[in-house]
């Protein structure tokens, strides 16, 4: 069960969902189902220090898009 991002284009909410099989997602704000699927990285642990997990997170994205090689990487930019 994949997790996704959207943002509603009604109100403009964006939020993270689970999606299993032809399930249509809905806004949790509005109920809108006319959504803008975006682009996101995923989070690992990659280990621990001093009982706590690590978050590695990747790189950042560039911010318009949301592709983690950054700014001018896409056609976006």
């Given at each position: 069960m994949p997790i996704f991002?959207?943002?509603?284009?009604?109100?403009?909410?964006?939020?993270?969902?689970?999606?299993?099989?032809k399930e249509i997602p809905e806004c949790p704000g509005c109920h809108g189902t006319k959504l803008e699927r975006l682009l996101s990285?995923?989070?690992?642990?990659?280990?621990?220090?001093?009982?706590?997990?690590?978050?590695?997170a990747g790189p950042e994205?560039?911010?318009?898009?949301?592709?983690?090689?950054g700014p001018g990487a896409c056609s976006v930019n």
């Open positions: 991002e959207y943002r509603c284009e009604k109100c403009d909410e964006a939020f993270e969902t689970l999606v299993m099989g990285t995923f989070a690992a642990v990659t280990g621990t220090s001093g009982g706590r997990a690590e978050l590695n994205s560039c911010g318009s898009c949301g592709d983690p090689r």
